[in-house]
């Protein structure tokens, strides 16, 4: 993994279209926790069972999150890219890994540290309550593509 300027983090986290709408003072505060970083292709991001201690708002690039089936080795269940999260298990109890993330091709993100949200949404109620809807609707989201590549993939046989 690869840090580039403060700024260049500030900026990518103010257009990412996660934080469209959010207040410009909340976005000034989350920057305090953001980094700019890039990953080559093949470098992995995170294991399963890692704790999760960050997420990614990625820019550029596609990140493929698999997990591992004994005897097949790392499958992936699912692909982001551009305008995607990578990574909620820092929203949630007991903060670890889920899955194991790797660059599909160079990519590049914005890193948020998790516990810095944690607190901040402690703090903030408001804050709180904006995160999980906006991290929510990305599960929803995936569970409901999930759920259609599965239909796609075994439908036939149902």
């Known amino acids: 993994m ?3 300027a403060a700024e260049e983090a500030e ?3 103010a257009e990412h279209v ?3 709408d959010l207040d410009p003072a909340i976005i000034k505060m ?3 926790s953001a980094r700019s970083v890039s990953f080559d292709a093949g470098e992995p991001i995170y294991r399963e069972g890692n704790e ?3 997420f990614f708002l990625i820019e550029t690039g596609r990140v493929a999150i698999q997990v591992f089936v004994t005897g097949r080795g790392s499958v992936t269940v699912y692909t982001v890219g551009p305008g995607d999260i990578l990574g909620w298990s820092w929203f949630y109890s007991p903060y670890r890994r ?3 993330a790797t660059a599909l091709e160079k990519t590049r993100a914005v890193m948020l540290e998790g516990a810095f949200l944690r607190e901040r949404a402690e703090e903030d109620p408001r804050l709180g309550y904006e995160l999980l809807k906006r991290f929510s609707l ?3 989201n995936r569970l409901q593509d999930m759920t259609l590549q599965l239909l796609d ?3 036939r046989h149902l």
């Open 2 to 4: 690869k840090e580039h």
């Open 11 to 13: 900026k990518m986290l």
């Open 52 to 54: 999760a201690d960050r």
């Open 30 to 32: 989350l920057s305090s």
């Open 138 to 140: 990305v599960a929803v």
């Open 153 to 155: 993939l075994y439908g």
């Open 98 to 100: 889920r899955f194991d």
């Open 18 to 20: 996660f934080f469209r």
